[in-house]
């Protein structure tokens, strides 16, 4: 390849990312920072764990992330069951009844600004319950149903473009051969795709996890999520123990991350050895 | 597959359900219920008067008497966004907003997303993997960094105070620039992946070959690279224009009181004010400002997609 290294380039890279990551970086440095104003460094007592130990014990933090967690997995496992489905008929069945329109449904969350598609929710919730007495209040069921239908869009999205590289020639011959289209679905086309399912499922628990503005909407007394309780702290300011756990949570994610892409990088390398 | 023979038709295909059809209706069904339903509902309430109750609308439709049925249609709600100034200048100025972030992600992006593409192999996943990573990192708590980073004794001016080019700490948190600041970082990989997949997909033959045919290479990028990375920056550009006009969060962390997003209206009006049906108009009015770019993206989408075949 005759490309020449060119200095812009490097250095629209080189500033690019330090944009992207020095915010980050300095999150967690500070998390260390003995000090409560956050970003005056005390030097004295500096590098320290108390504000680990102290976000460990906060209650308030505690509760509201084991509800995220709960509407996070309901919601990843839901939205991948849709969205696998969504992005299965997307994909093969290029032409049916109210295609345009389904495929515009599950575009237009992607981009849908959420303060729309929350205050919507929220105005369907009231209204079904006023009608049939469902849902009765908001918590945990209504916020998982808002998160579901924003995060099937995405898992629609990685499912759908997954199929749309892999040759459907070997669906074809195993139904030639007599396999009913449901095997064939839970024989070949799930393990290949499967990689696409399990990053499908990942995003949807993080977009449900980090998720401030529907869960506003649609939650009710009791059920704070983490993204609700660290909104209501960060407004009056910078708080140690955010800083803590905006750590932990880069942390998971970075392991998470470069976990799943290099048992990708794997699977794609047997792949090409089978192929 | 031992019979060979025919199978008898499945009992749902006796009555025109095929498979195919029951594979869509589950995603289909979720999706008119939850996300098609809610905005008829939210158009319903934008016509309806506030009240003093719990939900503080009043009822559209009534019964009066034995038969007859009002309809209580009240356009006050749209009339007032237009003679308070306040929405339109907010629904102005969020337009403004997200158009100039969209080009500074375009001009910040664009390179980066064109040193991703050519890229070795094993650098450009690497490089791939460090765009994703902030991406699956809350955006809260990214939002939140520039606040330790903006405020009055964050790392920004404290480090400028200890270079000695300033001797007092200047405003930084809670105005324009912090509010676009946040914009842009927060949408930044939102425009660099699907121009990455774009140019990830361009012939590099033909910019050699343009050279070889004299042309200089930024004439070459000019009439080449950029023409065919045409739906790549319309993509990315929608991406993170049609979000960041409705931006709540941002605006209410780093924008300060004066920071006039709709979004931040509409937030307010349901909230504070609990003013569900004038909110619900807001949110009318932005959908339709909205919807034609949304459309605007699935055929860029679409056209993209035709092309990759």
Known sequence: MNYRRSYFIITALSFGFAFLYLPILSMVVFSFNASKLVTVWDAANSPTLKWYFSLLHNEEILDAAWISLKVAVINASGSVILGTLAGFGLARFTQFRGRFTFNAMTTAPLVMPEVITGLSLLLLFVALEQSIGWPAGRGITTMTIGHMTFSMAYVTVVVQSRLATFDSTLEEAAMDLGARPIKVFFVITLPIIFPAILSGWLLAFTLSWDDLVISSFTSGPGSSTLPMVVFSKVRLGVSPEINVLATLTICVVTLMIVGVSLWMARASRLEKIAA | ?309
Not at chain 2, 222 to 234: A, D, Q, V
Request: glycine share 6%; net charge positive.
């Open chain 2, 1 to 309: 597959m031992s019979s060979g023979g025919r199978r008898p038709t499945p009992f749902l295909e006796r009555f025109g359900v095929t498979g195919r059809a029951l594979v869509v209706a589950l995603p289909f069904v979720w999706l008119l219920l939850f996300f098609v339903v809610p905005f008829v509902i939210v158009l319903k309430i934008s016509f309806s008067d506030v009240d003093l109750a719990i939900p503080p609308y009043k009822p559209l439709l009534e019964w009066v008497g034995q038969n007859a049925l009002a309809i209580h249609l009240n356009f006050n709600n749209y009339a007032f966004l237009f003679t308070d100034s306040l929405y339109v200048n907010a629904l102005v100025n969020s337009l403004k907003v997200a158009a100039i972030s969209t080009l500074f992600c375009l001009v910040i992006g664009y390179p980066m997303a064109y040193g991703i593409a050519r890229a070795q192999a094993r650098t450009r996943n690497l490089l791939l993997l460090l765009v994703i990573l902030p991406f699956w990192t809350s955006l809260l708590l990214r939002v939140y960094a520039w606040i330790g980073l903006l405020k009055a004794n964050g790392v920004i001016n404290n480090l400028l105070i200890w270079v000695g080019l300033i001797h007092e700490p200047l405003t930084l948190l809670y105005t324009p620039l912090a509010m676009y600041i946040g914009i842009v970082y927060s949408y930044l990989p939102f425009m660099i992946l699907p121009l990455y997949a774009n140019l990830e997909k361009m012939d590099w033959q033909l910019l050699e070959a343009a050279e070889d045919l004299g042309c200089r290479p930024y004439q070459a990028f000019y009439k080449i690279t950029l023409p065919l990375s045409r739906n790549g920056m319309l993509a990315g550009s929608m991406l993170v224009f049609i979000p960041a006009v409705g931006e709540f969060v941002i605006p209410a962390l780093l924008g300060g009181p004066n920071a006039l997003m709709i979004g931040r209206v509409l937030w307010d009006e349901f909230f504070s004010n609990r003013a569900w049906p004038v909110a619900s108009a807001v949110a009318m009015l932005l959908l339709v400002i909205l919807v034609p770019f949304m459309m605007w993206y699935q055929s860029v989408q679409a056209r993209e997609s035709a092309g990759a075949k």
